[in-house]
């Protein structure tokens, strides 16, 4: 009876016009709302898009931001600062309740005396007129002052006239005068050491010493003179050059870092005029290079085929050559590590902030128990338990990253962050059974810090012998510097040596080297000494 109702109801639809209407009119509704849905599901997809483009661009917008007008360094105030450890950012200079150094003495300076006395008139009691008496001794006080002058040297040289008829020689005799750095040359050591240490160690332009010393010295130099000396004094610092990076090269573990230096030149080949001053810094050397290229062939070309240790280093591909040879390990940087996700939390914010600061402090925990462990280095039991504690540490960050690596969920920056952190994991842990080699490249990028100084003041360098001699200069300075010698004393000595050799480097320019100075000499090239040298 159901199934014949339902047929009947079936063919009465089928003959109504009515019936049929209504049933076109649900058929197009349902399509019309099954289009709608597809349309709503492509709109949400689309959103989710732009909403995920909007933020990219929000967060490069943020970096340019930070990168034109923020902070140049990546310490923060903020609460979430995770350096080390630390809860609360020590602020500069002296702290409250420190003991001071007290009042220096500057006792190796030379001392020039100067005594005060009473006016005659003042000498007797002025109620009574009766005399004072004299006491033994006097009160004494010192004031510093410094004494900078310009001077000429005038050399006359004495002259003979034979009296006898001897064949082949001279008539007049003329004794020899002072050896010159420059033949002919009317500067002496002390303004070329004046000139390369105000240029390549303070970086000040040569146009302002010459201005400094034209309007408060009444020297006037010509720009010309001095950039012609320069020239001519280049090849004295060749040898010294050669010496530091063959030293360099013995060592078992390097720092490196490259940064942009501006040669105006026109180079084959090449477009635009940057090139990149390389630094390698060891236990001995600063050696900068200029080149003018950023590719590997430039550090693969330094360390040759003979080099072998660790060489600490950021992300740069260009260092992945070395891998090749299987001589040198890379030690990546923890610090740059940690940048990247500063940069997550500083562009991202939102629901990133929190996570990003989360690994931040994992980094800083790191950093505090290499500490904890080099520390003990004297106790070989706290040692090795601090060793034990770094190492867990580290492991537990490894299964940190691979299980949020596996999280489907973890796309986008972070995905990104972690899959990079994976790559250079094992760059990263070297440290971890090499305590000598620290964490971070802080050592190769404190380096280059008075050279980005010059390269602000002066814009880099004119000509390609120029470069060639600054990246001399800065590597010798920094050498000096390291060793803990006087550049000024070191300097001067060295270029008398090159003027009495007739204007070039000496004939065992190697004992003019740190290492190889006897103790008596490095003491007196450390110490500062009163006085101006001149020649």
């Given at each position: 009876m159901l199934v014949l109702d339902a047929v009947e109801r079936s063919s009465v639809e089928e003959s109504c016009p009515r019936c049929l209407g209504f049933k076109a009119q649900?058929?197009?509704a349902r399509g019309e709302a099954a289009y709608w849905r597809v349309m709503h599901g492509r709109a949400v997809v689309r959103e989710a898009g732009f909403k995920a483009q909007i933020e990219e661009l929000q967060a490069k917008l943020r970096l340019r931001e930070r990168q034109l007008f923020g902070r140049t360094s990546e310490r923060s105030?903020?609460?979430?600062?995770?350096?080390?450890?630390?809860?609360a950012r020590r602020g500069r200079g002296q702290q409250r309740g420190a003991r001071g150094h007290g009042r220096r003495r500057h006792a190796a300076l030379p001392a020039v005396e100067e005594l005060y006395d009473l006016d005659p008139t003042q000498c007797c009691c002025p109620t009574c007129q009766c005399p004072y008496e004299p006491l033994e001794g006097t009160e004494d006080s010192e004031v510093i002052e410094v004494e900078v002058r310009a001077h000429r040297r005038l050399i006359r040289r004495r002259r003979y006239r034979r009296t006898c008829q001897c064949p082949q020689q001279p008539g007049i005799v003329t004794a020899a005068g002072p050896p010159k750095l420059i033949p002919k040359g009317s500067l002496g050591v002390s303004v070329w050491a004046l000139i390369l240490i105000d240029k390549f160690l303070f970086q000040r332009p040569t146009y302002r010493l010459l201005a400094d010393l034209r309007w408060t010295r009444g020297l006037e130099l010509a720009q010309g003179t001095v950039t012609d000396g320069l020239k001519r004094l280049k090849p004295l610092f060749e040898p010294l050059m050669k010496a530091l990076v063959a030293k360099s090269l013995t060592e078992?573990?390097?720092?490196?870092?490259?940064?942009?230096?501006?040669?105006?030149?026109?180079?084959?080949?090449?477009?635009?005029?940057?090139?990149?001053l390389w630094v390698v810094v060891s236990k001995s050397t600063v050696v900068f290079q200029l080149e003018p290229t950023r590719s590997g062939k430039v550090p693969l070309?330094?360390?040759?085929?003979?080099?072998?240790?660790?060489?600490?280093?950021?992300?740069?591909?260009?260092?992945?050559?070395?891998?090749?040879?299987?001589?040198?390990?890379?030690?990546?940087?923890?610090?740059?590590?940690?940048?990247?996700?500063?940069?997550?939390?500083?562009?991202?914010?939102?629901?990133?902030?929190?996570?990003?600061l989360g690994w931040v402090e994992c980094i800083a925990e790191l950093y505090r128990l290499n500490d904890e462990r080099l520390g003990g280095r004297d106790d070989p039991p706290a040692f090795a338990a601090a060793q034990n504690k770094l190492r867990q540490a580290v492991e537990r960050m490894a299964e940190w990253?691979?299980?949020?690596?596996?999280?489907?969920?973890?796309?986008?920056?972070?995905?990104?962050?972690?899959?990079?952190?994976?790559?250079?994991?094992?760059?990263?842990?070297?440290f971890v059974d090499h305590p000598e080699v620290p964490m971070d490249n802080n050592t190769a990028e404190r380096a280059h810090?008075?050279?980005?100084?010059?390269?602000?003041?002066?814009?880099?360098?004119?000509?390609?012998?120029?470069?060639?001699?600054?990246?001399?200069?800065?590597s010798i300075f920094q050498t000096l510097l390291l060793w803990k010698l006087n550049p000024r004393l070191w300097l001067i000595e060295y270029l008398r040596a090159c003027a009495e050799n007739g204007g070039r480097a000496p004939a065992d320019p190697d004992s003019f080297l740190p290492w190889n100075l006897s103790e008596d000499r490095r003491a007196r090239l450390a110490a500062p000494r009163g006085g101006a040298d001149s020649s």
């Open positions: 649900a058929d197009l105030k903020g609460k979430n600062e995770g350096q080390r450890g630390d809860t078992k573990h390097w720092h490196a870092d490259e940064t942009r230096w501006m040669v105006f030149v026109e180079w084959e080949g090449k477009q635009g005029h940057r090139w990149e070309a330094y360390f040759g085929e003979t080099a072998e240790g660790i060489l600490s280093v950021d992300r740069y591909v260009g260092y992945k050559v070395l891998l090749k040879g299987g001589r040198i390990v890379l030690a990546y940087c923890w610090a740059h590590v940690r940048r990247d996700f500063l940069a997550v939390a500083k562009d991202w914010g939102g629901q990133h902030e929190a996570w990003a990253r691979d299980a949020e690596l596996a999280d489907p969920g973890r796309t986008g920056v972070r995905h990104k962050v972690l899959k990079s952190l994976r790559a250079h994991w094992a760059g990263l842990t070297v810090r008075n050279q980005v100084v010059g390269r602000k003041n002066y814009y880099g360098s004119g000509a390609e012998w120029s470069g060639k001699l600054a990246a001399m200069m800065f």
